[in-house]
């Protein structure tokens, strides 16, 4: 899950498994998530993104899943590959249709191991 | 496509020093944004631009300027460079045919000694 501190909490998954990163939102107001991938040396990069009216949205071997009652949000992904290993940040927008206040967590990281 | 392009990539400045980090979009998008991000940190917000011709402070504005140039472009300003401005810089944007997701550029690495 997300930290508060400077270490990142470390997801380890053997190559095919399945992996499930989980992040706690802090704002019961928040109405749209996202999940962005960030690989090393690079910027972060959008993978999936789910609105408070929906509980459950699915991409190509992700699937992000939100519980409102207690504020939390995951992201599943399927068969993972060498290639997701990355740092994983979950974002929230706090005052609804205004992108320029998403609020990210600080990161997941996933180590996949061949 | 390009996407979100930034500039430099890399900089080494002494305190006191000042430089601009410059960013274009080539995505026709209407906002924009700069972020810093400090090592086991998330993305904190410094300032963004809803529209062109407006700017707004975010999370961490002290210590920076921005300029919205036009629709394409947005730059940040470091007037006196601190130590404490050492980090990662993220310039982003985001429009209505994205649906509103930001899409980062691939960072500019600043040292502040």
């Known amino acids: 899950g997300e930290s508060v501190g400077l270490h990142l909490p470390t997801l380890s998954v053997q190559e095919g498994d399945n992996s499930i990163i989980n992040c706690a939102y802090s704002n019961s107001a928040s109405d749209y998530f996202i999940w962005y991938k960030q690989e090393s040396g690079k910027g972060p990069q959008f993978i999936i993104d789910?609105?408070?009216?929906?509980d459950k949205r699915q991409g190509q071997r992700v699937t992000v899943l939100l519980n409102k009652t207690v504020k939390h949000l995951s992201l599943q992904i399927a068969a993972t590959q060498p290639g997701d290993s990355a740092v994983y940040f979950c974002a929230e927008n706090i005052h609804g249709g205004s992108q320029g206040n998403l609020i990210f967590g600080k990161g997941t990281k996933l180590s996949v191991k061949p | 496509n390009a996407g979100v392009t930034q500039t430099p990539k890399f900089q080494v400045l002494k305190t006191g020093q000042s430089m601009t980090l410059q960013c274009a979009q080539d995505?026709?998008?209407?906002?924009m944004y700069w972020y810093r991000q400090d090592p086991g940190m998330g993305l904190r917000l410094i300032y963004y631009s809803a529209s062109e011709g407006t700017t707004d402070k975010g999370e961490v504005p002290n210590g920076y300027n921005v300029s919205r140039l036009n629709k394409r472009e947005f730059s940040l300003r470091l007037e006196s460079a601190a130590p404490s401005q050492t980090s990662v810089y993220f310039c982003a944007s985001s429009g209505l045919r994205s649906g509103n997701t930001i899409y980062f550029g691939e960072g500019s690495w600043l040292t502040v000694v």
């Open positions: 995505m026709n998008h209407n906002s």
């Open positions: 789910i609105r408070s009216n929906m």
